[in-house]
């Protein structure tokens, strides 16, 4: 089989005039979307966990350097997402030991919501660790059960988003063109309009996560009405579920009712049955060091307004880093983003008439009690009066997490040192575990885990250049005082052998 597409390709380049031939291997590349193989769950509702991955480096494009520094974040050493700098708990130590040695062990306990909360922290010893007395700092130690113990409030550190114009703008994409099949497809195959509904994408099938508000999702669900609901089921429920499409009454963010954990990118009352298009794709190669979901309208019509359109993406940055090259990886050039955001606007057909049908742009987290609006005009008679105005062309608006509490002391870290007594080669497994009183079920139990790899540490000595240069200028001296020994026994001998002669 290979060798007849071999063989037709070859054919192909030989009868194909030459101006014809880049327009044939751009049509290849278009070839390589697929439908998402979705699931239809219920009227308007669909799940999947084929997503299209499309590395646009291969299209001429390069990868944008972004600054990802956020307020306050620390190391992501340990933990169980070290991909998330926002997790209310980290705990760090060495990942290498000898039997014998002293693991030193941190666990660093936070609080980025945006009320006081009552913690309990609990860590028990695994039998391979000896404790080291009075090495706990701020931790009750329980000789019998082993366990360290601390209860006591944290403030809150209110974590949340900053929406504001990037200087750098990021393009917008037709996936289209990249040959990402149409969302609205499978609906109308089933004989459903393309009017109110939703598509939930599993990335954690595909192994990714990206965060929001501090908390990891394994599933993003896009809406045809120009937004991303965060889907944190994913961990909960069974697959193959989807979430209920939001009404096209755009509403101000934050706000308690229905729907929550929003991005709405340009929330408005769309109907993509007759006209207009949507797509899904994750894209490599447009931020550096990252992954991108990447959800775009195009042309995407109002329901009761076919003529007045729009063209937008939402561009939500995966955790953990995409593959760079080792210069990169050497320089350090790629920041990690966690959490970020980016909404980019190619056109907007008329604003004036937008702004009178009702829109949204901004965030909300999970309770509908964060979050921030960056434009927005009433819909169905709403009271709530007009901010801002939609953006213009090239416009690509960055949503960054930031810290507005940091000069609280909303985070503690513990620590303590134990005896390593595990044998060679064996995996100390050391879990911490917290417990608050936070409403959300997400953030009141939490860990994490640290992996410690006994291990004998065996050091080959080394030499350094001095070392290195006086060793070859002794070895160098010792063959020329060697040769020279030579070169007389030789001589001597010559002179015999002439003495003889006569």
Known sequence: MRRQRLFWFIFLLLVLPLPAFPFFLLDVAQGKGTSPNMIVTGPGQGYTESIPVIDIRDFGYQPRQLSGEAIDHFPLAGGSDPHNPYAV???????????????HYEVSLANYESVTHTYRLTDTLPAQLTYIPDSATDLTYDPDSRTFTWQGELPPGHLDYVVEENSLSLPYLDLGDFGAANLCDDFIANSQECDDV??????????YTTNLYGEVLSQLTVSSNGLILAD?????????TAVANPPGHN??????AVPDFVLAGLWRDVDLTDSGRWHVAIISGLVQGHDIFYAQWHDAPYANAPDLTARHAIAVV???????????AATGSAPNMAGHVFFIYDNISDPAQTVAQGYTIGIEDKSGVRGVTYAYAPCCG?????QGYPPPPGTTLHLQPVLFGAAHVYRRTFSYAAIVDGRVPETIVNTAVAHSSSDNPALAAVW???????RRQIFLPFLTAAEVASSNEVASSNEV????????SNEDEMASSNEVAP
């Open 232 to 240: 944190d089921r994913a961990n909960t429920e069974p697959v193959e």
């Open 251 to 256: 509403q101000w963010l934050p706000d308690t």
């Open 198 to 207: 939703t598509i939930t994408f599993n990335l954690g099938v595909n192994s």
């Open 382 to 386: 709403d009271p709530q009066p007009p």
């Open 89 to 103: 708990i980290h705990k760090t130590g060495a990942t290498f030991l000898s039997p014998g040695a002293t693991a």
């Open 318 to 328: 995966l955790n953990g880093e995409a593959p760079t090259s080792s210069a990169d």
């Open 448 to 454: 994490s885990t640290h992996y410690l790899y006994v």
């Open 481 to 488: 005082a060697s040769s020279n020994e030579v070169a007389s």
